[in-house]
């Protein structure tokens, strides 16, 4: 078979394209950049590199970035096009991750103390539902070389009374007060709801025992209420059965049949 030469250079030429082709995707392939965040001049970033120079990338949303300046950071880039332009694709914050958690005690802006840390948010921070000053959180942070400690993610401890409010803490103690809100029970005070179920019987004085939860602020909330005499009265009753109950019935069925067959006579 022959082969026209038209088709052979044509072939070549296709090749060469293309070739060309993936040697321009190759050159706009993706890389990390780690360095310090100097600043944000317009849409693009200025980066000192760990090895002391300094690189501009191009930003579309500098929102994110904005909040980091004078962060360690790893920028996620690609070549723009032909030209020298270098396109941001993400930043994330650089450092090893370490973790705190204590009781939110102030929220100022971007500024949050919790546990007696100052914490850092930024828009990249994962916030959980229900923070709040008062409510317990843990936070997964970066610490900066300046000190400055960073917030990857805040979330409460929910998930964690959650899962203690499914284990039985129970208490043991005498009454020493009742009231609308709660009882004192052996030193301890443990608040009631529309939820807590309370025995009957409870009162001043009555040994009890208590089951119940803690929550955030370290208030214990009962769940349950009863009274120890729910145990004696089970044993007395248990050993009447066992006592009586041999002798009453067969006492009943023989008196009650010799009554009858008296009564025949």
Same mark, same amino acid.
């Given at each position: ?9 044509? $072939?070549?030429? &296709? ?7 993936? !040697?321009? #995707?190759? =050159? ?7 360095? !310090?965040?100097?600043?944000?001049? =317009? ?30 950071? $790893? ?6 096009? *032909? ?27 971007? $500024? ?14 994962? !916030? ?18 300046? =000190? ?11 998930? *964690? ?17 009742? #009231? ?5 029970? /052996? ?11 309370? *025995?009957? #019987? &409870?009162?001043? #004085? ?13 208030? !214990? &909330? ?19 059965? %066992?006592? /009586?109950? *041999? ?6 069925? %023989?008196? =009650? ?7 025949? %006579?």
């Amino acid at each position: 078979m022959k082969i026209s030469k038209n088709l052979l250079v044509g $072939t070549s030429l &296709l090749v060469g394209l293309l070739g060309l082709s993936l !040697l321009s #995707g190759c =050159g706009s392939r993706s890389e990390d950049i780690q360095g !310090l965040l100097q600043s944000v001049e =317009g849409k693009e970033l200025v980066i000192k590199q760990d090895d002391g120079s300094t690189t501009r990338i191009s930003v579309k949303d500098d929102s994110a970035a904005a909040q980091m300046v004078g962060s360690q950071v $790893t920028v996620t880039a690609h070549k723009s096009g *032909d030209g020298p332009e270098i396109e941001m694709e993400k930043i994330e914050l650089r450092g090893e991750d370490s973790t705190t958690s204590g009781v939110i005690e102030s929220i100022s802006g971007d $500024t949050w103390v919790i546990g007696g840390k100052t914490i850092k948010v930024v828009q990249t921070t994962i !916030l959980d539902d229900g923070l709040a000053v008062g409510v317990t959180a843990r936070v997964e942070f970066i610490k900066q070389a300046d =000190g400055t400690l960073i917030a990857k993610e805040i979330e409460t401890d929910a998930d *964690d009374d959650a899962a203690d409010a499914d284990e039985d803490i129970h208490f043991a103690g005498q009454i020493q007060s009742t #009231g609308p809100g709660g009882f004192v029970i /052996g030193g301890k005070t443990f608040k009631v709801d529309s939820k807590t179920v309370l *025995d009957s #019987g &409870l009162g001043i #004085g009555v040994n009890a025992r208590v089951e119940f939860i803690t929550l955030p602020d370290g208030t !214990l &909330l009962a769940t349950e209420i009863e009274t120890d005499a729910d145990d004696s009265v089970l044993d007395s009753v248990l050993g009447d059965d %066992k006592g /009586g109950g *041999d002798k009453a019935e067969p006492g009943d069925d %023989k008196g =009650g049949g010799s009554g009858s067959g008296s009564s025949g %006579k």
